[in-house]
Each structure stands twice: as C-alpha cells, then as structure tokens.
C-alpha cells in the first residue's frame, strides 16, 4: 500500500444494497447497525439478534449504532450499558479485528428541551465513554461523528467535537469527518487540515448526500478529499448517499461514484 494514499473505498449500506455495492467494485461494505445488522426478531419487547444476511461475512466499518427511541442521555444508564453490551459482540461476531464502528444517532444523543448544554455534554461523555470500553472489550474502536443541527443538537461541528473529547479527556476516540455535516454547519474544510491526526474515518457525498457526480451536484467534495489528505488521513473512506430506490439505478450510481472518486484520489498521490 501506498503509504500516502487511503487504505479503501467503501459504501455504508443497509442489507438490501450490500450486494449491488459489491458488484459496484466497492472495497468494502459499511454496514448500518441499528434495525440492520443487529435486529428484534420478537419485536420492541425481544432481544437483539444479528441478521442472517450478514452470516459468515467481515466487515471494517459501520454506522448508525443507537436506534432513536433510545435517548441516551436521559435513559436509565444501566439500560445504555445493556444495550452496548448486547449489540456490540453481535457486530464483533461480523467485523475485523480493530474495525470503527461510527457513533452519530443523533436522535438518541439530542438533548431534551431544558437541558443545559454543560448537563448533556457531561450525559454523553458517560455514554461515550461505555460505548468506547465496550468496543474495546470486543476488540473494535468508536468513532465520533458530529451532526448538523438538522439532526442533532449535542455536537454539532468537527472542531465542537475535538474540543468535547479533551475537555471531558476521553482517549481512545477519534472524528469522523463527513462532508454533509461540515457543509451544513458552513465549517471550514481547513478544520481538518489543523487537526488532522483526528481524523478517525471519513464519510464523502455530493451536495445534499447525492452520489457523486449527480446532477446538480458540485466539487465540494474534491476539495473535502484534498483537504482529508491534506491532514495527514490515510484510512479507509466510506460514501454516504443517497442511493436510487431500484437496485440496478443505485449499483450504477455506486459505480460511478466510486469511480469518480478513485480518480480525484489517484491525482492526490
């Protein structure tokens, strides 16, 4: 491998799409967690179990840990803990030694109204630190994806959230950087050439999460992709769209968008 070039090009995707991104070309899938990988096959009141369609397969990364309708910073914290402790080795049962497993759910980590900034910030700290001890005893990392305000009100910007994981001093966490939040909070693409070593995994899409080189897109994301590299990230990138509704429309979409975006890569190295 290169040692100044990225170590992947993968998708997050849900069960219905893995295979059209594998025959897309794609490096690897990023499959999405809650209500995917990790199913109630009993409904609300059962446990969580791991979907059949991920059976025998290995994966590097994934998305969406927490499902909505647990809020995480006002839920009884035993439950928090039960509920890592119980998905968690469900998705070591499909994942690399060492894999990132991405922490957005922004409904579950919203703030209720009230809620002091100071007071949910101290919540989630809690949380995250139970998330990272509990992917680290199942030998995998947790990484921290800041949310626009559109979905979340708890960390919001790349540099918010550098500077939450070192007031609260929780090690053993990196940034995610993705393009979608960063342009809807209007923050600067400089941010991750200043802090680039904490980078831990890298989302990429067109102008509102289309795939990349869409109609009524722009270049935006050539840019993001210079300045990812600019900051020194080498691992693996991961697009986050959204795809077409008919699977053959997406796996063409996956195509080209990973093609585009193997191109723009290869003029940086």
């Given amino acids: 491998m290169?040692?100044?070039?990225?170590?992947?090009?993968?998708?997050?995707?849900?069960?219905?799409?893995?295979?059209?991104?594998?025959?897309?070309?794609?490096?690897?899938?990023?499959?999405?967690?809650?209500?995917?990988?990790?199913?109630?096959?009993?409904?609300?009141?059962?446990?969580?179990?791991?979907?059949?369609?991920?059976?025998?397969?290995?994966?590097?990364?994934?998305?969406?840990?927490?499902?909505?309708?647990?809020?995480?910073?006002?839920?009884?914290?035993?439950?928090?803990?039960?509920?890592?402790?119980?998905?968690?080795?469900?998705?070591?049962?499909?994942?690399?030694?060492?894999?990132?497993?991405?922490?957005?759910?922004?409904?579950?980590?919203?703030?209720?109204?009230?809620?002091?900034?100071?007071?949910?910030?101290?919540?989630?700290?809690?949380?995250?630190?139970?998330?990272?001890?509990?992917?680290?005893?199942?030998?995998?990392?947790?990484?921290?994806?800041?949310?626009?305000?559109?979905?979340?009100n708890v960390l919001n910007s790349f540099a918010e959230a550098v500077r939450f994981l070192d007031d609260a001093a929780i090690d053993g966490v990196d940034v995610v950087a993705d393009l979608f939040h960063i342009r809807n909070e209007g923050e600067s693409l400089d941010v991750l050439r200043e802090h680039g070593a904490r980078i831990g995994h890298v989302h990429v899409s067109d102008r509102d999460r289309l795939p990349l080189g869409a109609e009524g897109g722009d270049d935006v994301w050539r840019d993001f992709l210079t300045a990812v590299h600019d900051g020194g990230y080498r691992g693996s990138v991961s697009l986050e769209c959204n795809w077409s509704r008919d699977t053959a429309a997406a796996e063409a979409e996956i195509r080209r968008s990973l093609d585009l975006l193997r191109r723009a890569h290869a003029a940086l190295v």
Wanted: a negative charge; charged letters at 25%; hydrophobic letters at 45%.
């Fill in 2 to 152: 290169d040692p100044m070039s990225f170590t992947g090009f993968g998708v997050v995707a849900g069960a219905e799409l893995t295979e059209a991104v594998r025959r897309a070309g794609a490096d690897h899938v990023e499959p999405t967690i809650a209500g995917n990988l990790a199913i109630r096959p009993d409904g609300d009141d059962g446990g969580w179990a791991r979907n059949d369609v991920y059976a025998g397969d290995r994966f590097p990364s994934f998305a969406i840990l927490v499902p909505g309708g647990l809020p995480l910073l006002t839920a009884d914290p035993a439950a928090v803990r039960g509920y890592f402790d119980a998905v968690l080795p469900i998705v070591r049962s499909v994942a690399d030694r060492g894999a990132k497993i991405v922490f957005g759910s922004g409904t579950a980590r919203t703030a209720p109204d009230g809620m002091p900034r100071t007071e949910a910030h101290r919540r989630f700290a809690e949380v995250l630190r139970t998330a990272r001890d509990a992917a680290a005893a199942n030998d995998m990392r947790i990484v921290l994806e800041p949310l626009s305000r559109s979905e979340t």
